[in-house]
């Protein structure tokens, strides 16, 4: 007997036990409940989170602008680069058209230098000369 008159007030106990628990499993984030005096001010968080995209489009902006700087100055390097490979060029082209024969016979000539018309050889050999 006793246990039919506790039988409803379990009942109800459960069921209640049952609507609390399946409240908190539900309610993983509490709710954002605004107490008098205080509001949530948007245009704060906007001007934070506005804020924050300058300052990294800025910081992108600076970025770029010195990656930039760095190519311009390694295309002037490479520009002087082909200069002096051209003054190289025309430096050994010049040194090789003054060590030919004929530009050497020319210059010992106006040198006052004249051609030997009676060669004579050495005979390294060992052998008495003939």
Partial sequence: MA?????PTIARSRAAVIDRSTKVVLRIVPEL?????????????????????????????????????????????????NVV?????????????KASPDALAAAATKLGMVPNTTPFFIDMSGTPGQ
């Fill in 3 to 7: 246990i039919a008159l506790l039988s």
């Fill in 33 to 81: 409940r605004v107490e008098a005096g205080e509001e949530i001010h948007l245009r704060a968080f906007m001007t934070i989170l506005g804020a924050v995209f300058m300052a990294t489009l800025l910081a992108l902006l600076f970025i770029n602008t010195s990656l930039n700087q760095d190519a311009f100055a390694l295309q002037h390097l490479k520009h002087q680069m």
């Fill in 85 to 97: 490979n051209d003054q190289r060029d025309a430096i050994l082209r010049d040194a090789a058209l």
